[in-house]
């Protein structure tokens, strides 16, 4: 069974761009959450998608919002980028939504993002 | 606010020494306490999940334990294989919905 897959790796842009990052859940996998990893704040939840909606937001800018599509695939936008989003962005796929989860999230290797 | 505490921020082991992690939290209506292992440049691996105090998990060299307040990730006779960051988080009541909320992780190194 493939694994999470997050696409592009690695990515550099410049202050004031947007990017937008994918994620390819495992197969059958309805829940996609989308976290930014920092040395200083850790991992903090982003969002949830399930089913194509929005079921829960972290604390964070409106330039920061998502989507899933029918086969569950979801991406994240970045806009008008600033220095402090150079971060590790994961996302994580599990059969069912987080709120009935057992903690058994499957992370993708993340998407490394450099705004210079 | 809701906060998950992990300590120490970093552990150096010599292998076959054993330690113990700690994961503090102040959530109310705590529905899961969960560990996972972060290696360098990959995503967070799920190793268990806890739901009530008093509550053990065991896995190869690993053992999670929960109480009221915190968790202990204890490692036996640790090998350099260990080596990772093991980071903890914890699901909320219903009213914070679906937010797994991580701590900072805390960085071991067993050495040969």
């Known amino acids: 069974k493939a694994g999470v897959t997050q696409t592009p790796r690695y990515l550099i842009k410049t202050r004031g761009q947007q990017v937008t990052l994918s994620c390819s859940p495992i197969?059958?996998?309805?829940?996609v959450s989308w976290y930014q990893q920092t040395p200083g704040q850790g991992l903090q939840f982003l969002f949830e998608?399930?089913?194509?909606?929005?079921?829960n937001k972290g604390n964070f800018p409106g330039r920061f919002s998502g989507r899933q599509f029918s086969n569950s695939r979801s991406e994240m936008n970045v806009s008008t980028l600033e220095l402090g989003d150079s971060a590790l962005y994961l996302c994580?796929?599990?059969?069912?939504?987080?709120?009935?989860?057992?903690?058994?999230?499957?992370f993708g290797e993340g998407s490394r993002l450099t705004v210079l | 606010e809701d906060q998950v505490t992990q300590s120490p921020e970093a552990l150096r082991l010599q292998e076959g020494e054993s330690s113990s992690l700690n994961c503090s939290y102040t959530?109310?209506?705590?529905?899961?306490l969960f560990w996972y292992r972060q290696d360098p440049g990959k995503g967070p691996e799920f190793l268990f999940t806890l739901y009530s105090a008093g509550e053990e998990k065991e896995k190869e060299r690993l053992k999670a334990t929960l109480t009221k307040k915190e968790s202990f990730l204890h490692i036996t006779a640790p090998k350099p294989e260990d080596s990772a960051t093991y980071l903890c988080?914890?699901?909320?009541?219903?009213?914070?919905?679906?937010?797994?909320?991580f701590g900072a992780g805390t960085q071991v190194v067993v050495t040969p």
């Open positions: 994580a796929s599990s059969e069912v939504a987080l709120a009935d989860n057992t903690g058994e999230l499957f």
């Open positions: 988080a914890v699901l909320g009541p219903t009213d914070s919905w679906g937010k797994f909320q």
């Open positions: 197969s059958g996998h309805r829940s």
């Open positions: 959530v109310s209506g705590l529905r899961g």
């Open positions: 998608y399930f089913s194509e909606t929005q079921r």
